[in-house]
T-cell receptor, first 115, second 114 residues
Framework: AQKVTQAQTEISVVEKEDVTLDCVYETRDTTYYLFWYKQPPSGELVFLIRRNSFDEQNEISGRYSWNFQKSTSSFNFTITASQVVDSAVYFCALSEAYGNNRLAFGKGNQVVVIP | GAGVSQSPRYKVAKRGQDVALRCDPISGHVSLFWYQQALGQGPEFLTYFQNEAQLDKSGLPSDRFFAERPEGSVSTLKIQRTQQEDSAVYLC????????????FGPGTRLLVL
């Protein structure tokens, strides 16, 4: 069963628009971690955020913000005032307490920012 | 400091050849992971080391895949008798400790099996 679902495969936005990427996860563990990574065309996965299951506070880092809601098992990511450099594939990932530290990734969201 | 490095960055192999992919983790990182990423998909877990111990190899797709980390630093992923379905990007990641810490990824090795 898919542990992490990212439903939108490709999203196109015009520069300066906001874009929200949805991530829904599934786990039976009470202790787990959620991550977002960015994969630009160069291919390297770049770490963006790590959040544990006991910390539901939303977080903002520059133009990036994250909304974690345990009630709906979601960990959504918003890019505000998008820029061309934001064009990339974004992955949500789950690490479970009993999963031997492995990351379970979603299929990713391809974001295309049109100038 | 230096990040995770992988070599080669690109590898073309004929079906049936053996290949070896190398990963240099961030210095001092205890944990090392290998993932396989097919085109248009998210990375899939292959195997996990803590120091030199291979604690989880449940993601290796067949016994043609073998990984080692003999001195607890550099790791090698070996694929024997490559098949076309092995074509993918192989990503290596490392983390400082052993418990759900952030994994930092290398640039990957793109393997194409003809």
């Amino acid at each position: 069963a898919q542990k992490v679902t990212q439903a939108q495969t490709e999203i196109s936005v015009v520069e300066k628009e906001d874009v929200t990427l949805d991530c829904v996860y599934e786990t039976r563990d009470t202790t787990y971690y959620l991550f977002w990574y960015k994969q630009p065309p160069s291919g390297e996965l770049v770490f963006l955020i790590r959040r544990n299951s006991f910390d539901e506070q939303n977080e903002i880092s520059g133009r990036y913000s994250w909304n974690f809601q345990k009630s709906t098992s979601s960990f959504n990511f918003t890019i505000t005032a998008s820029q061309v450099v934001d064009s990339a594939v974004y992955f949500c990932a789950l690490s479970e307490a009993y999963g031997n530290n492995r990351l379970a990734f979603g299929k990713g969201n391809q974001v295309v920012v049109i100038p | 400091g230096a990040g995770v490095s992988q070599s080669p960055r690109y590898k073309v192999a004929k079906r049936g050849q053996d290949v070896a992919l190398r990963c240099d983790p961030i210095s001092g990182h205890v944990s090392l992971f290998w993932y396989q990423q097919a085109l248009g998909q998210g990375p899939e877990f292959l195997t996990y080391f803590q120091n030199e111990a291979q604690l989880d190899k449940s993601g290796l797709p067949s016994d043609r895949f073998f990984a080692e980390r003999p001195e607890g630093s550099v790791s090698t992923l070996k694929i024997q008798r490559t098949q076309q379905e092995d074509s993918a990007v192989y990503l290596c990641a490392s983390s400082f400790g052993g418990y759900q810490e952030t994994q930092y990824f290398g640039p990957g090795t793109r393997l194409l099996v003809l």
